[in-house]
Every structure is written in C-alpha cells, then in structure tokens.
C-alpha cells in the first residue's frame, strides 16, 4: 500500500467530515422543532393592531413576505408564512411585543422575552437549546478523539489500525491512494545490457588486489 502521510490539509479535511456526522442531527433537531409554526401566530399578535391600516393605507407602502425570522435567546429561527403575509416595506412600527432589526445585512424581529404571551415558546426554546448544546457536547467528544488519534501518527496506516472506522471520514482520492499497490516490475539479469563477465571480474580482481 502506499504510504500516505497525515499533513495538515488531510487532517483538516478528517476533522471537517468529523463534524459533519453531526450535521444531520442538528438539522433534524432544528426541523422538529420548526414544525411548531409560531411565525404564523407571531405575525397575527405582532400585526394584529395594524391590520386596519393595511385595509385603508396604500399598498406601495407594504412588501409581501413568505417568512419571519424569529431572534430568541440569540438564536435566530427561521418560519414561513404560507400563504404570504403583507409586512411593512420600512420598520415595523413601535410595538410592545418585538422589536425590530433592520439593516443591510439582516431583517428580524426580536422578542420582549418579558411578555406572558411568549412563555409557552420561550419553554420550548430552552428545551430545544438544551437538545442543542447535548449534541454540541457529543460533537466535540467525536472530534477530539479523532484529533488525538491524528496527532499520534504521522502516517495513516498505523492511525487506520489503531481506529479503523477512521476510514469513513477519509476523502475518496485518499482512500484511493492508501488502496493503491505498487508494482514493481521483475526485470532478468539477462535482459539488461551489460556485460556481467566483467563486471564480475572486476569484483574479484579488486578483492585479490589485482
């Protein structure tokens, strides 16, 4: 097998498909807890004292928007509004539920966590954290036990036959290459162009001294 050495870039490419193991578990995590739509109920409490404003005023000064992005805890949830909803094209007005972040670069609201109304969710979203950080913990478990296996070798064979499920986080050209046989070609002395007589003479001849 060839001899594949574990240099930095290897290494770094091991450790990034450590961590993506647990990429699925987050995103499922993420996804159950989505599945309880609050954006909808969000905007019927948020936009309840203004929905006779968007009956009289002019539509140019509303957008039509398909998702609310929720900022709680400092975590930011993403929900869609199915149908779309009308929202206010500039800020949102001053409100005693949210308030609102809007700058070139983002656009949520973020909740007054004092609010009785919100302590139903704020409930579900600290038991959704607590599910996140457990993982979190399992994670960097994972990955520094394959980072002190990395770091015991310099080479990858011995570090496979140390922990052989470290195959599965290896890259394909990788794999491909620790797989890979050498073959050296068998070549006859009597296929070579030189003259073994002498050179077997001139062995001899210099081992009598002549």
Known sequence: MAVV??????????IKNAKNIFKKRFN??????LTY?????????????????????P???????????????GTKFHYKLNPSRAWFRNKLPENKYVEQ???????????????PEFQSYIAKV???????Q???????????????VLDAYSTLAPALKA???????????????????????????EQLDIDLGSITSTIIANKIGG
């Open 163 to 189: 922990l052989p499920s470290l195959w599965d986080l290896l890259p394909e050209d990788t794999k491909d290459k620790h797989k890979e046989v050498v073959e050296r070609k068998k070549v006859k002395l």
């Open 101 to 115: 972040d809007v700058s070139y670069y983002s656009n949520y609201l973020k909740l007054k966590e004092h609010m």
């Open 59 to 73: 539509k140019e000064l509303f957008s039509t928007e398909d998702e609310m992005v929720i900022c709680i805890k």
């Open 37 to 57: 739509n609050f954006g909808e109920e969000m905007y019927d409490l948020v936009m309840a004292d203004y929905k006779h404003l968007i009956a009289q005023l």
């Open 134 to 148: 457990h993982i979190n913990e399992q994670q960097a478990n994972f990955v520094n036990g394959i980072s002190t």
């Open 5 to 14: 050495k574990l240099g930095k870039e290897l290494k770094e490419t091991i």
């Open 28 to 33: 499922n995590l993420e996804s159950e807890f």
């Open 126 to 132: 600290n038991e959704f954290k607590e599910k996140q």
